[in-house]
């Protein structure tokens, strides 16, 4: 048997097996019981540390309002 026929074989059947293993595998991890808190937490990380909203960036309007003041 030629290796291309070798390889093939071997990838229409224990490939395919092995990759849907893996996959029900990482999808039964994902989904475990204990994983709720860990992507939860995973999920609001970035907003770990803030504590209220971020304040508006007030340098266009203040500098739109300077320029009308010296226009006056």
Known sequence: ???YS???AFAD???L???FVFFIGV???ILRPGSKKVHRDTANM???NDD???APDNRQRQAR???LREAK
Do not use: G, N, Q
Request: glycine fraction near 0%; charge should be positive.
């Open 1 to 3: 048997m030629e290796t």
């Open 6 to 8: 070798l390889l093939r």
């Open 13 to 15: 059947s224990w490939h």
């Open 17 to 19: 097996l092995f990759m």
């Open 27 to 29: 999808f039964v991890y």
């Open 46 to 48: 970035i907003f770990r």
């Open 52 to 54: 209220k909203p971020a």
């Open 65 to 67: 309002h300077a320029d």
